[in-house]
């Protein structure tokens, strides 16, 4: 899997948009884009994935570059219970010995009151 | 849908005894689950991947007899620690792929103590 550079952590006041990015400068084309996170104590919860367009789900919004270096993860009107760790990942979508997800340090997001 | 179980939650041993672990997919089939560990502060770390019906494949640094895993059905995979010290003590997490999508998907994890 191709290597993911994030920012260790962030603050973001509640019921402003929480912008996440995410450093995938070495993706190759097959990889998607996928981002997980885990509230404490938790196991990763899935939260969107994108290949090369704009994705946006009931959860979040996900920005890739055109040239697909970069994404940006957005939470649109962050919550207390945001507060997580965000996990960005790449890897290709299909079965394969090297399909597995692998986690690097992530970005602990903290959401004030 | 997609949902993961693991039980127990959370186990507390005594030093050189054993304890299981079952990963469950409830609502699909898994031809392959994945086993991570997680210790505090840090990230989940791979520790093998196990496929139905056949022997698990562990990543470098990972004692294969240490940790037997098992995964006898498409549904169901175990991990045992056997003769656990309290440097195993950890948050155990199982992730299952959905055998027709390869999505993964992952459990609530098991703390793990030893004493």
């Known amino acids: 899997d191709a290597k993911t550079t994030q920012p260790p952590s962030m603050d973001c006041a509640e019921g402003r948009a929480a912008n996440l990015p995410c450093n995938h400068s070495?993706?190759?084309?097959?990889?998607?884009v996928y981002w997980y996170r885990q509230i404490h104590s938790q196991g990763p919860q899935y939260i969107i994935h994108?290949?090369?367009n704009n994705e946006t789900n009931e959860m979040a919004s996900l920005i890739i570059t055109e040239d697909r270096k970069s994404s940006t993860l957005i939470l649109p009107h962050a919550t207390l219970r945001d507060t997580a760790v965000y996990y960005c990942?790449?890897?290709?979508?299909?079965?394969?010995?090297?399909?597995?997800?692998?986690f690097g340090g992530g970005t602990r997001l903290m959401v004030k009151p | 849908g997609a949902v993961v179980s693991q039980h127990p939650s959370w186990v507390i041993c005594k030093s050189g005894t054993s304890v299981k672990i079952e990963c469950r997919s409830l609502?699909?089939?898994?031809?392959?689950m994945f086993w991570y560990r997680q210790f505090p502060k840090q990230s989940l770390m791979l520790m093998a991947t196990s496929n139905e019906g056949s022997k698990a494949t562990y990543e470098q640094g990972v004692e294969k007899d240490k940790f037997l895993i098992n995964h006898a059905s498409l549904t169901l995979s175990t991990l045992t620690v056997t003769s656990a010290h309290p440097e195993d003590s950890s948050f155990y997490i199982c992730s299952a792929r959905r055998s027709a999508t390869y999505e993964q998907y992952f459990g609530p994890g098991t703390r793990l103590t030893v004493t």
């Open positions: 609502d699909f089939q898994a031809t392959t």
């Open positions: 990942i790449v890897r290709v979508a299909e079965g394969g010995a090297g399909n597995m997800l692998t």
């Open positions: 994108g290949l090369k």
């Open positions: 070495t993706i190759s084309g097959n990889e998607y």
